[in-house]
Structure formats: structure tokens, C-alpha cells
């Protein structure tokens, strides 16, 4: 066990686990295309399997395979067995194959998960060592300003998430709003809306009218929240959303709500509809660049990891 060990016995265990890190998601990788590969094989194979059956049934099962068996050489009703029987030994040698795969790869996941959990020993082993170094005075300032930036990571990272999880909220709500719409006000192509049905698509009812009011006010809620956390974090590159310029216009939904005749209102579901899916597009866009900050600084981590590992474990040990 690695507590058991020496630092330095504890780098070199952990180093051969991380020497493997690339090796084994490009197996993972290798085994499972090739198990795509095997599984549309076998259901070719089972198809066909079912197809040579058929054909043998049809030549032995019911009176009606009595009598055609009674017409057909035996030379044909070997032949359809043979094929039935290669059928099903090509169908058992790739579900066999299916089998071989996929414990090859819960092999390689339960490997790929030591992997990543040597990544987290080796980080926590190195700055067990830069405590050690700075109690023997060496390396304090270099040890310091890695730790002070690591800890401008972490923090910038928790914010992003914090605004992307806000920004996924906001998100579900423009959908519930766009499908309640959708399912309101149907368009002219859709069947629900007959204009001969004058209780149907003339009277707005009240229950309607309450629900789109909810979730309204539920995407309004969520998008002022995000919006919020965009300015407080002072997130910069994320002026294109322009909240404060889109949803107001979709507030003239009140107007709408407080009107009975569906019919002489459809121009205008159909422009709600039409605003709510330009801002939840500009959301998910907004959204995206978020997570792409994310991997950025998941990067700029791996590159202090590797400062650390400059100073703390010899370069000619590591990768």
C-alpha cells in the first residue's frame, strides 16, 4: 500500500500508473469501436439466423412443412440445416467475441479509474513534498506563488460552474416556456388548430393563461439569476447574450396573455416563440464558451502539477 511507502517509493509506483494514462484510454478507445464493429456483425448474423430458420421451419413445421418436405429432396433439406447450423455457430462465435469485449473493457475502465486516481495521489504527494521542502527552506517562494495561482484556479473554476449549472436552469426554463407556447397556440400547420372549432381556438382559458404566466416568470427568475452571476463574477466576453436588450420584449407576453381571442394573436405567439428560441440559442452559446474557460484552466492546473513536479520530483523520472 502507498502509505506504506517512501516518498520516493511512492513517486515510482505512482509514475508507472500515470506511464499508462495514454496507453489505456487509446485501448478503451480500440475495444470499444471494436465492439461496435462486432455488435452490428451480429445483428447481420442473427438476422440471417432467423432468415435460415424460416427456412427450415418452413420445410418441417405444420402440415404445411410435411407436405413441402414430402416434395423437396433431402439433399435441399441438408443443405438448409447446414446453413441454419452455420448461421447459429457465426451467431455464438460473435456473441463470444461480444463477451471477450466487454470484459476487456471493464478491465480497462477499473484500470483507467486507478489511473485517475494515481493523477490525484501524485498532486497531493507533491505538495506533501514542497511541505517537506519548505521546512528544509528550499524552494519557499517558487512552492508559494504556484499555490497562491492554483488557488486563482480553483476559485475562478468553482464561479464558472456555479454560472454554467445557472446557466443550464435558465435554459430548462426557456424550453418549459417554448413547449407550453408551442402546445397553447399551435401553428397553422399544426392539426389542433381548426378554425371551425370556435371553443377551441377562440377562447383562451384562464388556466392558460396562468401556467404561461408561471413559467414566464420562472424564466424570467432564472435568466435574471444567471445574468447576475455573470455580472458579479465579472465575467468578461459575455456582452453578446445582451439579457438586458432580448427578454424585455418577451414581457410583452403579458399583454398577450390578458387577450381572449387566440386567433387574432397568433403573429404574436408565433413572434414570442420565435424571440424566446434566439435567447435560449444565445444561451446555449454562452453556456458553451463558459465550459470552454473551464478546460482552459483544467490545462493551466496540469501545467502548475508539472511546475511542482519540476522542482519537487527529478525530471529524469517523470514522462
Known sequence: ML????????????????????????????????????????????????????DVDRLTRGLGGALRGLVTSDEVKLREVQELAAAKLLCEELED????????????????????????????????????????????EELDALERTELELRMEKAELLDV?????????????????????FPTDDDDEWVWGEVMRDLLFGVSDRWRLRNALTEAQHALHRFRGKVEMHQLGGLSQLRLEDKFPEVGGIFHFLSQKAMASNSALAEGMVDEISRLSSGLVEC??????????????????TQARATLLDPPRHRL
Open 3 to 54: 502509505w506504506r511507502m517512501t516518498p520516493a517509493e511512492r513517486l515510482a509506483a505512482i509514475r508507472n500508473d500515470l506511464r499508462e494514462k495514454d496507453l489505456v484510454a487509446r485501448r478503451i478507445s480500440e475495444r470499444r469501436e471494436e465492439r461496435l464493429r462486432v455488435d452490428a456483425k451480429l445483428a447481420a448474423a442473427n438476422a440471417a439466423c432467423a432468415y435460415e430458420q424460416a
Open 287 to 304: 453556456v458553451s464558451e463558459l465550459r470552454g474557460r473551464v478546460h482552459r484552466i483544467d490545462a493551466a492546473m496540469a501545467e502548475l
Open 164 to 184: 454554467i449549472d445557472l446557466g443550464g436552469t435558465a435554459h430548462d426554463r426557456l424550453h418549459s416556456l417554448l413547449d407550453l407556447l408551442r402546445r397553447v
Open 97 to 140: 467475441d461480444l463477451r471477450a469485449l466487454d470484459s476487456d473493457l471493464q478491465q480497462l475502465d477499473a484500470r483507467a479509474a486507478a489511473i485517475k486516481r494515481a493523477a490525484a495521489d501524485y498532486e497531493a504527494l507533491l505538495k506533501e513534498l514542497g511541505d517537506a521542502a519548505r521546512a528544509r527552506g528550499l524552494w519557499s
